[in-house]
């Protein structure tokens, strides 16, 4: 069950590795044009960061056997969905004061890669959980 953790992060985190290229690549990075992306970089990279440390921590438990490494994977996972929650909702169409009538590079994420990587995601904090609570 351990490994299949693994493998679903890694699903993950590849999911979330090309709608972040999509981002980059309609505009993403340049914050200071109104209009071109809602998300915060600091929302940006906070999320792939955190998810990075808890995929790396995840893979020192894997190979130490490490229990603590494996509580501080599943301390990570909260933050981290919460900031994709987050990156969620602000990407979301709106006529709020953001709003230029612009497309925004979060416009261009397919509809079927942000599903995936939000199911595979919820997968991930489920197993996690079951796993580090030795209920799996």
């Known amino acids: 069950m351990r ?5 679903v992060r890694l699903v993950t985190a ?10 980059i690549r309609h505009g993403g990075l340049q914050l200071r044009t109104p209009g071109v992306t809602r998300l915060p970089l ?3 990279l906070g999320h792939i960061a955190l998810a990075v440390a808890g995929l790396a921590a995840w ?3 894997l190979l130490g056997n490490a229990h603590g490494s494996a509580w501080a994977a599943c301390a990570v996972v909260p933050t981290v969905a919460a900031f994709g929650f987050m990156m969620l909702f602000r990407g979301l169409p709106s006529r709020g004061r953001h709003s230029q009538g612009h497309a ?3 416009r261009n994420f397919p509809l079927t890669a942000v599903v995936a990587q939000g199911m595979s995601a919820a997968v991930t904090v489920l197993l996690v959980a079951l796993v580090v609570l030795g209920r799996a």
């Open 104 to 106: 925004t590079a979060e």
């Open 42 to 44: 600091w929302l940006v």
């Open 3 to 7: 490994v299949a953790v693994l493998c």
């Open 14 to 23: 590849s999911l979330g590795g090309s709608l972040a290229m999509v981002w």
């Open 59 to 61: 893979t020192a438990y």
